[in-house]
T-cell receptor
Framework: SAVISQKPSRDICQRGTSLTIQCQVD?????MFWYRQQPGQSLTLIATANQGSEATYESGFVIDKFPISRPNLTFSTLTVSNMSPEDSSIYLCSVLSGGAIDTQYFGPGTRLTVL | RKEVEQDPGPFNVPEGATVAFNCTYSNSASQSFFWYRQDCRKEPKLLMSVYSSGNEDGRFTAQLNRASQYISLLIRDSKLSDSATYLC?????????FGQGTELSVKP
């Protein structure tokens, strides 16, 4: 199984600022995903980050608000830009390991609070 | 209509009880089906995949009915450690679609 770490684990930010979340995997993976889990809600896919190409965003999410980098096969970043209190959420990265959909692993998440 | 809908929770049950969770999905093109478990303030973890033939893993049994677009999870002899949120998950176009989750609380 893949071991995934995220930094920071939590942060409290001011309105209008930006935060970059890092996701590191212990093995090379083709597909990485970024999810959001708002308080009391389930997970919503923000985008798919593929190495060597631009991220693919889901409906309701745009690159200007959530720019993503994927410089290599073990690392990705998600930036939450120009934050507002509505962005308070847990952000999780996930990887598809082993080439099978049923081996999708999640990082521990980043708990973001925007004041 | 939500793509994946689950029983509203929370379910509060005594130790040793049998509890069943239900889930329906709206897209008949959904390809794979799973139950994930999420503990409080933790990331989701795969509990088990769900197959049309049904599958069992110890005290856990999962069933899939493609015709009815219905998935179930049965937990027998529930333990205190089973307390968590159970997420019904389907795949569409290679992406995981999550239900809102059902919270289970097992009491002594």
């Amino acid at each position: 199984s893949a071991v995934i770490s995220q930094k920071p684990s939590r942060d409290i930010c001011q309105r209008g600022t930006s935060l970059t979340i890092q996701c590191q995997v212990d093995s090379q993976v083709t597909m990485m995903f970024w999810y959001r889990q708002q308080p009391g809600q389930s997970l919503t896919l923000i985008a798919t980050a593929n190495q060597g190409s631009e991220a693919t965003y889901e409906s309701g999410f745009v690159i200007d608000k959530f720019p993503i980098s994927r410089p290599n096969l073990t690392f990705s970043t998600l930036t939450v830009s120009n934050m507002s209190p509505e962005d308070s959420s847990i952000y999780l990265c996930s990887v598809l390991s082993g080439g099978a959909i049923d081996t999708q692993y999640f990082g521990p998440g980043t708990r973001l609070t925007v004041l | 209509r939500k793509e994946v809908e689950q029983d509203p929770g929370p379910f509060n049950v005594p130790e040793g009880a049998t509890v069943a969770f239900n889930c329906t999905y709206s897209n008949s093109a959904s390809q794979s089906f799973f139950w994930y478990r999420q503990d409080c303030r933790k990331e989701p973890k795969l509990l088990m995949s769900v197959y049309s033939s049904g599958n069992e893993d110890g005290r856990f049994t999962a069933q899939l009915n493609r015709a009815s677009q219905y998935i179930s999870l049965l937990i027998r002899d529930s333990k205190l450690s089973d307390s968590a949120t159970y997420l019904c998950v389907v795949t569409q176009g290679g992406k995981l679609i999550f239900g809102q989750g059902t919270e289970l609380s097992v009491k002594p």
